[in-house]
């Protein structure tokens, strides 16, 4: 039987592509009355996840096992655990939480370029999974965790825990949705969120010693590191992270989606930003907009990383909110200033009605894996899938771009009243940091086109070639799940 088995998985992968597929594969049973639980990255985020899961013990969860490369991060973790008197199992390989007969479920939050390729490996291990946004590095990898969850009647949450915000949030979608306001005009995220520069290297950097390079890099490029930081900075690299669209910004993404209520991606999307104000090792925008034009309704998102002026350390805040959502209806508006509480406002400015009130995001995937009712998900992996790609068609625009006069990018957009306002503000941000846009050029993308069934642009090679990333063996994201 066991010669047997290996065989069958060799021929998979060798039919597939697949270099990799769990000793567990399809053989995991539904939960018991204690879920296991693993956690995989907890430099950052993750720390949140491994505290979220200790205090569901009472729901019958028990943390079991941790893994991570950095042998550093996890003796601090599991130094914390033991105080507590939790023992956990210790990996440095996911692989092996994969092969773990013991563990029902995984909960994801390594580096963004890792997190398609996690959740499909447990997926296929018969793990349910929750994974950090954005769900994916890429367009097409979204969909394929979408598929695989499907394929294998899998349960996975999306980390987009607004979602969960059922008397706050949710309430104040269905208050709009239901047309309280009249008709919705524009939904506007707004992610502004101070990044500083991350510096200059000079040359190649060491990576620490407590680092598995080769794992951290996973299916993305195994290049010398060239910034001061391992950890982190890759946010702002092309290679492994989305910049903060894709980091801060998905939350709100996701928001501003959820008001409109589409589940396709956006027919036309395009960009005008750049990184401004410093110059660094990062290569992501600092200041960007991302206009996605739907049929009823834009979706328009902003980013600034730079402060309100250059000698101040405060953000800029827009009809009150600085990291939230603005819905803009006939009517009157909708503010969404925090991940669990909004507030209706009449044209005039009055409020109309507050909405506030959360759930534990955690909480809900673990009832969700018991019921095995995808339905039960506050954020099943679907959304997080439509969200995360909202953000990733908007860089692809933006990587496409050409840097161009500011008067030349507001002739082109002027012909929408949103853009071009939204344009004069940035404009008018920038200034205030003393940046000169006639020296240090913002970058217009192209106006792309989506076939929004087929997620794919319409007569453009370019765009379509980035949607998809070049996987590094044996790291690769299978084509059959």
Partial sequence: MTNRRHFLTQSVAASTGVFYIAKT?????????????????????????????KGLKDEGVRLAALCDVDSNVMSKHVQALDKDKIKVTQYTDMRRVFDDKSIDAVSIATPNHWHALASIWAIQAGKDVYVEKPVSHCVWEGRQIVKAARKHSKIVQTGTQARSSRTGLAAAVKFVQDGNLGKVLLSRGLCYKRRASIGKAEGEQKVPDSVEYDLWCGPGPKKPLTRKKLHYDWHWTWDYGNGDLGNQGIHQMDIARWFLGESELSPVVWSVGGRLGYEDDGETANTQIIYHGYEKAPLIFEVRGLPSSKDSKDMDKYKGAGVGVIVECEGGSVVVSSYSAAVALDKDGKEIKKFSGSEDHFK????????????????????????????????????????????AILETIKGDKFAAETFERMKEHLAKNDVDLSKDKLTLGPVLKMNGKDERFIDHDAANAMLKDKYREPFVVPEIV
């Fill in 25 to 53: 594969s399809w053989a995991q049973k539904s939960p018991g009355d204690t879920i296991n639980m693993a956690v995989i990255g907890f430099g950052g985020r993750g720390a949140g996840h491994i505290s979220g899961y």
């Fill in 364 to 407: 809900n995937f673990i009832h969700a894996c018991r019921s095995r009712r995808v339905d039960d998900l506050h954020a099943d992996i679907l959304e997080g899938h439509l969200s995360s790609a909202l953000c990733h068609t908007g860089n692809i625009s933006h990587r496409l771009g050409a840097k161009q006069d500011p008067d």
